[in-house]
């Protein structure tokens, strides 16, 4: 059952991504951290940031790996079966079949398979495989905006108008709505979070940012155990991520197109959050008045560089975000990470500091 709070009482977010790779019939230690967390008497919400399901997504019935999206998605509604909040899950680009042409289908399917696994419940937002944007009122005070980043940067089918069930049907329109309602919100006082897998920056990977490492050893950019040394030709794969960019990184041309309008609107709003899945790591990054949270390692973890001009905190550690919101307007940002020893159920606090 879902719940609005009310306006004199804090209201908790936890944002928690890329949650896909899960064992997917075992309990996860991250879904049991988070759910210590879960408290009846404490207004929240989940937000899931995307690839949900590793590697490609939801497949047709009777494909080989159509049964272990099944019970991921299953292990997902365990861990939440009992939680009294709100739950909102957004698409990954491993959700769309990494991109893929066909990826529309496959995003359709996870959509009816979760609403399905929660009673009818509409919990995946945007709807339809659309680009959003969709507006969540949480709380008398928080507004969760929907975004799926993917949209933009996925091949074949991209639906969009109201043939599809969609809200906009135009890329300009999506834009015109996001500022319609950050605009509205803030006349109304009210916080506004968004939230779409791909961040708006970053200090890992998708963001550019390689170590000595990956120009010696670069497989290790897909696998850390691949460490086969190609010095001098090495350095092309990740110059070639930081200059060029596969279609999941910054630098490719739509991402970054993307990113640019994004970044244009957001700072013309001072204290919005916009959180993001996608990198396998931790990241807090406070610029031109914003607040931009990385959480994507719900079930991987990948380095994230530790000399960012405007990083506040960055960690490689499986874990998550929790954002809270108080009546007085105060928003205290804190960063769990799983407790390997399983001494500590709620997991360890690895940062946390008011940001609002």
Same mark, same amino acid.
């Given at each position: 059952?879902? @719940?609005?709070? +009310?306006?004199?009482?804090?209201?908790?977010?936890?944002?928690?991504?890329?949650?896909?790779?899960?064992?997917?019939?075992?309990?996860?230690?991250?879904?049991?951290?988070?759910?210590?967390?879960?408290n009846?008497?404490?207004?929240?919400?989940?937000?899931?940031?995307?690839? $949900? *399901?590793?590697?490609?997504?939801m497949?047709p019935?009777?494909t080989?790996?159509?049964?272990?999206?099944?019970?991921?998605?299953?292990m997902?509604?365990?861990?939440?079966?009992?939680?009294?909040?709100?739950?909102?899950f @957004?698409?990954? $680009?491993?959700?769309?079949?990494?991109?893929r042409?066909d990826g529309?289908? &496959?995003?359709?399917?996870?959509?009816k &398979? *979760?609403?399905?696994?929660?009673?009818?419940?509409?919990?995946?937002?945007p709807?339809?495989?659309?680009?959003?944007?969709?507006?969540?009122?949480?709380?008398?005070?928080?507004?969760?905006?929907?975004?799926d980043?993917?949209?933009?940067?996925? #091949?074949?089918?991209?639906? *969009?108008?109201?043939?599809?069930?969609?809200?906009?049907?135009?890329?300009?329109?999506?834009?015109? +709505?996001?500022?319609?309602?950050?605009?509205?919100n803030?006349?109304?006082?009210?916080?506004?979070?968004?939230v779409?897998?791909?961040?708006?920056?970053?200090?890992? *990977?998708h963001?550019?940012?390689?170590q000595?490492?990956?120009?010696?050893?670069?497989?290790? @950019? &897909?696998?850390? $155990?691949?460490?086969l040394?190609?010095?001098?030709?090495?350095s092309?794969?990740?110059?070639?991520?930081?200059?060029?960019?596969?279609?999941?990184?910054m630098?490719?041309?739509?991402y970054?197109r993307?990113?640019?309008?994004?970044?244009?609107?957001?700072?013309?709003?001072?204290?919005? @959050? &916009?959180?993001?899945?996608?990198?396998?790591?931790?990241?807090?990054i406070?610029k031109?008045?914003?607040?931009?949270?990385?959480?994507?390692s719900?079930?991987?973890?990948?380095?994230? %560089?530790?000399?960012?001009k405007?990083l506040?905190?960055?960690?490689? %550690? #499986?874990?998550?975000?929790?954002?809270?919101?108080?009546?007085?307007?105060?928003?205290y940002?804190?960063?769990?990470?799983?407790?390997m020893s399983r001494?500590?159920?709620?997991?360890?606090?690895?940062?946390?500091?008011?940001?609002i």
């Amino acid at each position: 059952m879902s @719940i609005v709070s +009310q306006s004199n009482v804090p209201f908790e977010v936890f944002l928690i991504g890329d949650t896909g790779d899960i064992h997917p019939t075992k309990p996860d230690p991250v879904l049991q951290t988070l759910r210590a967390h879960f408290n009846p008497d404490q207004a929240s919400a989940v937000v899931f940031l995307g690839d $949900n *399901i590793y590697p490609r997504g939801m497949p047709p019935k009777g494909t080989l790996l159509r049964r272990n999206a099944e019970n991921t998605m299953k292990m997902h509604f365990e861990a939440l079966k009992d939680y009294h909040g709100k739950v909102v899950f @957004i698409a990954g $680009n491993h959700d769309w079949n990494k991109g893929r042409k066909d990826g529309y289908d &496959y995003i359709v399917r996870q959509e009816k &398979y *979760i609403q399905k696994l929660f009673e009818g419940r509409n919990v995946f937002l945007p709807s339809n495989g659309c680009p959003g944007p969709v507006e969540l009122e949480v709380s008398p005070r928080l507004t969760i905006v929907a975004l799926d980043t993917q949209w933009w940067l996925q #091949k074949g089918l991209r639906p *969009i108008g109201k043939q599809y069930g969609c809200r906009v049907s135009t890329e300009e329109q999506f834009f015109e +709505q996001l500022i319609e309602i950050l605009d509205r919100n803030k006349r109304e006082n009210k916080h506004s979070l968004v939230v779409g897998h791909h961040p708006v920056y970053s200090y890992a *990977i998708h963001g550019g940012k390689f170590q000595l490492k990956h120009h010696i050893f670069p497989l290790t @950019i &897909y696998d850390q $155990n691949a460490w086969l040394p190609l010095p001098g030709i090495g350095s092309l794969l990740p110059l070639y991520r930081k200059f060029l960019g596969a279609r999941e990184d910054m630098a490719h041309p739509r991402y970054r197109r993307l990113r640019k309008k994004l970044k244009e609107i957001l700072c013309q709003y001072p204290d919005l @959050i &916009y959180a993001a899945g996608h990198e396998h790591n931790l990241q807090y990054i406070c610029k031109h008045h914003n607040h931009f949270i990385v959480s994507g390692s719900g079930s991987k973890v990948k380095y994230v %560089v530790q000399d960012g001009k405007y990083l506040r905190f960055g960690e490689k %550690v #499986k874990g998550f975000f929790k954002l809270r919101y108080d009546p007085d307007g105060a928003v205290y940002l804190s960063a769990w990470a799983v407790d390997m020893s399983r001494k500590l159920d709620k997991g360890r606090v690895v940062f946390e500091e008011q940001i609002i």
